[in-house]
């Protein structure tokens, strides 16, 4: 099985949740040779209740996943923290919305990486520290201890392309070793075109976050497509036109 464990099912943050746009991205998944991803928007992005609302209205719900077209989307986010990174959150649905609401009042002060974790301590959600050394947002400032408690790293596929000629793989592997978590990839994709620039192969049927969690555990197999940089570009490219094509409606 072949799944992408961060991606985004809008062009930004400031617009609103599109069907049609999310279909793209499912097709997209689709003929990248994926059987699901998750979906891992970003937790403060405009009306996020809107997104499960909609799925709900058009697509079953089952275990931990909605089948949509026969691609399983698993439910996530992606978190600011206070001190500087983004956490991706992966979970039952009703963990992710309430979590989401629980968020409302850090949306713009962000919180705090340790109260994070609490929140999350008691709950079945997979934990991945989001393209951990990301000049803007780097990981590297949390102590070890909250590190610890992570369940991977993201070897992003966003972060491969900026930082072609850094050994970013190499860089996420022996830091993840060194804190004896596991390594993920996910395309921090925005837009179909980047879908398939990484993802992970696991062995098993994934169909609950339990599953999901004894995947990552097992340290699933990762892809890197030898068209990331064509994927990567692309999509940045087609994603700013359309971003300009908005602002000017």
């Not at 689709?30 to 937790?43: V, W």
């Not at 983004?86 to 039952?92: K, Q």
């Not at 400032?141 to 596929?157: S, T």
Request: charged share 30%.
């Amino acid at each position: 099985m072949n799944i992408d464990l961060h991606t985004h099912g809008k062009l930004t943050k400031k617009t609103d949740f599109d069907l049609e746009f999310f279909l793209g991205m499912t097709a997209g998944a689709a003929k990248n040779g994926l059987d699901a991803f998750a979906l891992t928007e970003h937790f403060n992005t405009r009306h996020f209740q809107e997104i499960y609302d909609t799925l709900d209205a058009h697509y079953h719900y089952e275990n931990n996943y909605y089948d949509v077209d026969g691609i399983r989307v698993f439910p996530g986010m992606e978190v600011d923290v206070k001190e500087t990174g983004h956490i991706l959150l992966i979970g039952d649905k009703e963990d992710i919305v309430s979590l989401n609401k629980t968020l409302e009042p850090f949306k713009e002060e962000f919180i705090a990486f340790e109260e994070l974790l609490r929140l999350t301590d008691e709950k079945e959600i997979l934990r991945i520290g989001a393209h951990p050394f990301r000049e803007s947002t780097p990981l590297t400032a949390h102590p070890e201890r909250l590190l610890e408690k992570l369940d991977a790293f993201d070897v992003n596929g966003k972060d491969l392309f900026t930082y072609e000629n850094t050994s970013m793989e190499e860089r996420v592997k022996k830091w993840a070793e060194e804190l004896g978590i596991r390594i993920t990839a996910g395309s921090d994709s925005h837009h179909p075109l980047q879908l398939g620039a990484v993802f992970n192969e696991v062995d098993n049927d994934i169909k609950t976050i339990a599953e999901l969690k004894e995947a990552v555990f097992q340290q699933p197999k990762r892809h890197i497509s030898n068209c990331l940089s064509t994927k990567v570009e692309a999509a940045k490219a087609v994603k700013k036109t359309l971003k300009q094509q908005i602002l000017s409606a």
